[in-house]
Nanobody, 125 residues
Framework: QVHLVESGGGLVQAGGSLRLSCAAS????????MAWFRQAPGKNREFVAA?????????YYADSAKGRFTISRDNAKRMVYLQMNSLKSEDTAIYYC?????????????????WGQGTQVTVSS
């Protein structure tokens, strides 16, 4: 069982940056691949980025996030981060931290479990 709490969202102008954090509880956090998803109003939840349990594989990103977002983790602190730069209005969404239960490389929502409550990111143009 893993409990996830996201933070770090807020209101930012287009072109700005935010760093999202996800605090995880549970003894086996370091064994899990982790990811960030987001959900904009009226849209389905979509994959953003994923990182493997040890950080020894290259993370993978949605095309919309490549070159602008960076996912990282600190297993000792049980934290996962999402650094977001060059933010655009279309990045406005609730961002969720989650555990990957499917195969490495998956972007399907159904291959993830233990969702946090989310943190709101609003980018003004």
């Amino acid at each position: 069982q893993v409990h996830l709490v996201e933070s770090g969202g807020g209101l930012v102008q287009a072109g700005g940056s935010l760093r999202l954090s996800c605090a995880a509880s549970g003894r086996t956090f370091s064994n899990y691949n982790m990811a960030w998803f987001r959900q904009a109003p009226g849209k389905n939840r979509e994959f953003v980025a994923a990182i493997n349990w040890s950080g020894n594989r290259n993370p993978y990103y949605a095309d919309s996030a490549k070159g602008r977002f960076t996912i990282s983790r600190d297993n000792a602190k049980r934290m996962v981060y999402l650094q977001m730069n060059s933010l655009k209005s279309e990045d406005t969404a609730i961002y969720y931290c989650t555990v990957q239960t499917g195969r490495w490389g998956t972007v399907r929502t159904s291959d993830y479990d233990y969702w946090g409550q989310g943190t709101q990111v609003t980018v003004s143009s």
